[in-house]
């Protein structure tokens, strides 16, 4: 039958291609206005201190609420507008947003965005960064900046220049889903990164013995410490991994076990609070969705 069945196949591989096409460009059109008609909004979840379970931070996380399909996940939208160039105004407007929050939050917590490659490569980004926090009156060190290796794809002069300027604003910078894609060392050796933040394709099933994902945490911990880095172990869903994250030497812990992202108003009262509490499961065997 899979003979019989080759070039039919082929012929509904070439529809959904198609059909995943038009999705596309609908969603592009639909995110085109999306900004202006106020369809976003910022969640914040929280980053905890895995010595105290203190809250240091909370990372600002953008959310699309489309007027008829409801909400699209960022997964699903940012590469979109990274394509059509919509992630410049749309991360700006994060940006914004996050550190007139942040402002307002108790002592030193911080906030983290992401940043886009697309953004960094804007040579506007270290002026961009410095009117949100002087509009907002963040503190430089309260923000941080999260970004992905995919900055060192067109690796340059530019990119070297650019790390040196958002330093010199007094921003933190991060390394985000460290782990994944090619994770060259000499990212860390050139970038003045102050976190790297494992991904957690390494924390799932971390707990479980015998998994290869602790050794690998452990190694990236110990690079990043000797480094004078911190580290954010992010997913952690299940109150046994915290254990086993704090035995690896990670300094923070990032997951739903201490918080989904929430709104602006939840996340400062949990900010004010300055310690958040594990819940959830507890068994390290528990099933995954
Ligand atoms: P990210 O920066 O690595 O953010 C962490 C993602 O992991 C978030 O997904 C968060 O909700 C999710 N997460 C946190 N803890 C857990 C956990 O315990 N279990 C599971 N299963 N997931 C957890 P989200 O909000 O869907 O965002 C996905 C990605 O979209 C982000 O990954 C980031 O790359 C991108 N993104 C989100 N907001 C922005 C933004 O404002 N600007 C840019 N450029 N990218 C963004
Ligand atoms: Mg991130
Ligand atoms: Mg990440
Ligand atoms: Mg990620």
Redesign the pocket.
């Known amino acids: 039958a899979a003979k019989a069945d080759g070039r039919g196949t082929h012929r509904f591989y070439h529809e959904d291609m198609l059909e995943g096409a038009r999705h596309r460009k609908a969603l592009e059109d639909d995110l085109r206005g999306a900004l202006a008609r106020g369809e976003f909004h910022?969640v914040y979840?929280p980053v905890v201190a895995t010595r105290d379970a203190s809250v240091v931070g909370f990372?600002?996380?953008?959310r699309w609420e489309h007027p008829i399909r409801g909400a699209v996940?960022?997964?699903e939208f940012?590469p979109i507008a990274e394509e059509s160039g919509l992630?410049e105004s749309?991360?700006e407007w994060?940006l914004r947003t996050a550190a007139a929050d942040a402002a307002g939050w108790p002592g030193d917590v911080r906030v983290a965005?992401?940043?886009?490659p697309i953004?960094f490569a804007n040579s506007q980004l270290p002026t961009i960064v410095a009117s949100a926090l002087a509009n907002s009156g963040l503190p430089a060190h309260r923000l941080e900046l999260?970004i992905?290796e995919g900055v060192f794809l067109n690796e340059s002069a530019s990119s070297d220049a650019m790390f040196s300027s958002l330093k010199r604003l007094g921003v933190r910078l991060a390394l985000?889903?460290f782990g994944t894609g090619y994770s060259s060392l000499g990212y860390l050796r050139k970038a003045p990164f102050d976190k790297i933040?494992i991904d957690?394709s390494f924390v799932r099933g971390a707990a479980v013995t015998g998994n290869r994902n602790a050794a690998i945490i452990q190694a990236i911990v110990t690079l990043a410490t000797t480094l004078g880095m911190e580290t954010t172990a992010?997913?952690?869903?299940i109150q046994d991994e915290i254990g086993l994250i704090a035995g690896l030497g990670c300094s923070h812990i990032?997951?739903?076990?201490y918080g989904?992202?929430m709104p602006a108003e939840a996340a400062a009262e949990m900010a004010a609070e300055g310690k958040a509490s594990p819940s959830g499961v507890r068994v390290s065997r528990a099933p995954r969705l």
């Not at 990372?59 to 953008?62: D, G, I, Q």
């Not at 965005?113 to 886009?116: A, D, E, G, M, T």
């Not at 992010?234 to 869903?237: A, L, N, R, S, T």
């Not at 990032?254 to 076990?257: D, E, F, M, R």
Request: proline share 6%; charged share 25%; no cysteine.
């Open positions: 910022v979840q990372e600002a996380l953008v996940s960022p997964g940012i992630i749309i991360g994060v965005v992401n940043v886009s953004q999260e992905t985000d889903d933040k957690q992010e997913g952690v869903e990032q997951g739903y076990v989904r992202p």
